[in-house]
T-cell receptor
Framework: EDKVVQSPLSLVVHEGDTVTLNCSYE??????LLWYKQEKKAPTFLFML????IEKKSGRLSSILDKKELSSILNITATQTGDSAIYLC???????????FGTGTRLKVLA | DGGITQSPKYLFRKEGQNVTLSCEQN?????MYWYRQDPGQGLRLIYY???????QKGDIAEGYSVSREKKESFPLTVTSAQKNPTAFYLC?????????????FGAGSRLTVL
C-alpha cells in the first residue's frame, strides 16, 4: 500500500533556529513530490520535486529529494513566527490520479 | 485573480440532513478534487474529476456524492449516510490529473454536525 510518513509530527523552536522536516514515502513508480504550508485554511504551494539531488530554494526555505532513500527534506533557516504552520508532503506515482498526503508536521516558532 | 472559491466557510448540520459544499474555480483547470482533513490525519481523497461529466471515487467516498456539470464547478454533497461528517473539507484543482501537476486549494469549508 502506498504511504507517506512525515516526521516529526510536531516541533517547537525559537525564532532564529533552523529546522529540518522529513517526508518518507512508499509509492509505486514515483512521479512527483509536493510540499505545502497550511496556516489556517488553504494549503499554499511551496515546492514540487521530481528529480533526485536537485535543491529547490525560495528565500529561507529549501527542499531536496533523495529517490534512493525514498525521502525528501524541507529546511527552514532563521525561522520566524510567521513560519508557524502545518507543513504537508504529498507524493504521486506514475499512472495514478491522486496525490497521497502525509499527516503533516506542525511547526510552532516562539518569539 | 484566478483561484478556487469554496462556500460556505462554516456550516452546521443536524443529523439526518444532507448538505452541499460549493467549489468553483476560474483557473481553467481540467481536474478537480475533494479532500477531507481531520486532526492528526493527512488529507484523504473523497472524489476526483478529470473532465466534465466524469468523476471517480477516492479512498473515502462512502456517504458523499458529487457532480461535474461544468468545468468550473465541482459541488460535494455530504449525505446522511456519512457516519462522521464533522471535518474540514478542501477542494483542489490541477491543470490535469496526470503527470507532475501542482494542486491549487480553496480556503476550505468546516462542517459541524450538531
Amino acid at each position: 500500500e502506498d504511504k507517506v510518513v512525515q516526521s516529526p509530527l510536531s516541533l517547537v523552536v525559537h525564532e532564529g533556529d533552523t529546522v529540518t522536516l522529513n517526508c518518507s514515502y512508499e509509492v509505486t513508480n514515483f512521479r512527483s513530490l509536493l510540499w505545502y504550508k497550511q496556516e489556517k485554511k488553504a494549503p499554499t504551494f511551496l515546492f514540487m520535486l521530481t528529480s533526485s539531488g536537485i535543491e529547490k530554494k525560495s528565500g529561507r526555505l529549501s527542499s531536496i529529494l533523495d529517490k534512493k532513500e525514498l525521502s525528501s527534506i524541507l529546511n527552514i533557516t532563521a525561522t520566524q513566527t510567521g513560519d508557524s504552520a502545518i507543513y504537508l508532503c504529498a507524493v504521486r506515482g506514475s499512472g495514478t490520479y491522486k496525490y497521497i498526503f502525509g499527516t503533516g508536521t506542525r511547526l510552532k516558532v516562539l518569539a | 485573480d484566478g483561484g478556487i472559491t469554496q462556500s460556505p466557510k462554516y456550516l452546521f448540520r443536524k443529523e439526518g440532513q444532507n448538505v452541499t459544499l460549493s467549489c468553483e474555480q476560474n483557473l481553467n483547470h481540467d481536474a478537480m478534487y475533494w479532500y477531507r482533513q481531520d486532526p492528526g490525519q493527512g488529507l484523504r481523497l473523497i472524489y476526483y474529476s478529470q473532465i466534465v461529466n466524469d468523476f471517480q471515487k477516492g479512498d473515502i467516498a462512502e456517504g458523499y456524492s458529487v457532480s461535474r456539470e461544468k468545468k468550473e464547478s465541482f459541488p460535494l454533497t455530504v449525505t446522511s449516510a456519512q457516519k462522521n461528517p464533522t471535518a474540514f473539507y478542501l477542494c483542489a484543482s490541477s491543470i490535469k490529473s496526470s503527470g507532475a501537476n501542482v494542486l491549487t486549494f480553496g480556503a476550505g469549508s468546516r462542517l459541524t454536525v450538531l
